[in-house]
Every structure is written in structure tokens, then in C-alpha cells.
Nanobody, 128 residues
């Protein structure tokens, strides 16, 4: 059983930056394609970014392209989300998720139902 723990959220002004971390225990992170999702109040959980098992490929939702960067350090069992030029509409609870089946970037990574494990989430609040 893999446990995922997110950290790094907080309150930041618009235009600022945050780096989220997701650390895994109870399993080897390199066995999983990893993603970040977010959920704002009153909205459905949405895909943000994904990274392949070895970190050679990544994908982003259009609204964060050029501002967010997903990366991973399998030796540290940790996935990161660097968020720059934050906007008010980025305010949400951010979740990391692990997919044991996915091998390559595809539309499949945007489907929350395919993920085996989820973290508890970390709040990101961007003030305008």
C-alpha cells in the first residue's frame, strides 16, 4: 500500500511562486506514472500535470502550460510541482496521484478514475 503525502501549499500573492512536493512511502515511486490534480470549491477535480515513470515525458493542462513544471526524483521517492506566475484561479486543493498502469502520456492521464493512490491534498491560495 503506497501512501502519498503532499506538502508545500500555502498563501501567495498573484504572480508569486510555490513548489509542491509529494513524497511516497510503502512503495517504489518509479513504478508509477505520477500526476497532480486540483479541486477548487464547488468544482470537479481537474487534471493539472503528469510525468512518466522515468521523468522523460510530461503533460499539462492548457491553463498551466508555461507556468507550472512537474518533475520527479525517484531516488527520493518524491514528485514536485513548481508553480510560477500564480493566478487567483489557481486557488485549489492540490492532490498527487499514482497510476500503476500508465506507461506513456495520453488522454488517460487526465482521468482521475485510473489512479490507484491519492494523497490527502495541500491547499494553495492565491490572493489577487
Amino acid at each position: 500500500q503506497v501512501q502519498l503525502v503532499e506538502s508545500g501549499g500555502g498563501l501567495v500573492q498573484a504572480g508569486g511562486s510555490l513548489r509542491l512536493s509529494c513524497t511516497a512511502s510503502g512503495g517504489t515511486l518509479s513504478r508509477y506514472l505520477m500526476s497532480w490534480f486540483r479541486q477548487a470549491p464547488g468544482k470537479e477535480r481537474e487534471f493539472v500535470a503528469a510525468i512518466s515513470r522515468k521523468g522523460r515525458a510530461s503533460d499539462y493542462t492548457n491553463s498551466v502550460k508555461g507556468r507550472f513544471t512537474i518533475s520527479r526524483d525517484n531516488d527520493k521517492n518524491t514528485v514536485y510541482l513548481q508553480m510560477n506566475s500564480l493566478k487567483f484561479e489557481d486557488t485549489a486543493v492540490y492532490y498527487c496521484a499514482a497510476d500503476s498502469i500508465g506507461q506513456h502520456m495520453s488522454v488517460r492521464q487526465s482521468w482521475a478514475r485510473v489512479y490507484d493512490y491519492w494523497g490527502q491534498g495541500t491547499q494553495v491560495t492565491v490572493s489577487s
